[in-house]
């Protein structure tokens, strides 16, 4: 039986699992000023900015395979 006051505590999902990963990035200083002006203007975090940034890049990026190369 349940109570509608009870505290129910469920099994906390391992590292990795949400679907997310986690790393380290470096960045130039003015990167970082830029993407803190961004987030104090929008109210997005800098974490989340990143991921709109990478998101929208790995859309519109095109690879350049050697083939695809012009000799100077």
């Keep these: ?9 469920r099994p906390k999902r ?3 699992d949400d679907g997310y ?4 990035v470096r960045l130039r200083n003015e990167m970082v ?3 803190d002006e ?4 929008t109210g997005h975090s800098r ?3 990143i991921g ?3 998101d929208y890049a790995l859309e519109h990026c095109r690879l350049e395979r050697s083939e695809d190369l012009v000799p100077l």
């Design 1 to 9: 039986m349940r109570l509608d006051n009870e505290l129910v505590i």
């Design 14 to 16: 391992p590292k990795g």
């Design 21 to 24: 990963r986690t790393f380290s």
């Design 33 to 35: 000023d830029r993407m």
């Design 38 to 41: 961004i987030a104090q203007e």
């Design 47 to 49: 974490n989340e900015l």
């Design 52 to 54: 709109i940034f990478l």
